[in-house]
């Protein structure tokens, strides 16, 4: 099993460790924060890039789903979610080994993580911004995103 949903902005993959037992999955993530400077730049204070702590804090929000399903989330970085993020750019990272993950977590986890984190980031921001009613396709977030850095690069 392995699902991703990828774009320039963000990318979220979910797949089995065979190298384990106990239905072990692993999650990782990562958002392209060059990408969002328009929307995100002269936004936050010195400390916290809002689409690094969206990306932090939907960590969190991946580890509270797994503890709802009674799997067990433990916070990875490194070799678990190596050779996932593209080379350009600037990519930030999360990651999670999930045991004892139910068959529909995976799915789940990906319907739910890239329209939260695009909340996240906007409300950081303080942007007023419709957000689609259900997950676009990757390519068609992207359009969206892309929209939304036009019209706040513009704003700046």
């Not at 804090?57 to 490194?78: E, F, N």
Request: charge should be neutral; glycine fraction near 6%; hydrophobic fraction near 40%.
């Amino acid at each position: 099993m392995n699902l991703e949903y990828k774009n320039e902005f963000l990318y979220f993959t979910v797949r089995s460790d065979e190298g384990r037992e106990n239905n072990t999955i692993i999650y990782c993530s990562g958002v392209n924060y060059l990408r969002f400077l328009p929307i995100t730049k002269g936004r936050h204070g010195l400390c916290s890039n809002p689409s690094i702590r969206g990306l932090q804090q939907l960590r969190h929000d991946i580890s509270a789903l797994a503890l709802s399903h009674s799997a067990t989330p433990i916070a990875v970085k490194g070799r678990e979610c190596a050779g996932i993020s593209p080379l350009k750019d600037a990519w930030y990272v999360e990651g999670l080994v999930i045991e004892n993950a139910p068959l529909s977590l995976p799915e789940e986890i990906i319907n739910y993580a890239p329209l939260s984190l695009i909340k996240k980031i906007t409300n950081a921001c303080l942007l007023d911004v419709a957000m689609p009613d259900k997950l676009p396709k990757p390519l068609e977030l992207q359009a969206y995103l892309d929209e939304l850095c036009s019209k706040y690069r513009k704003a700046m």
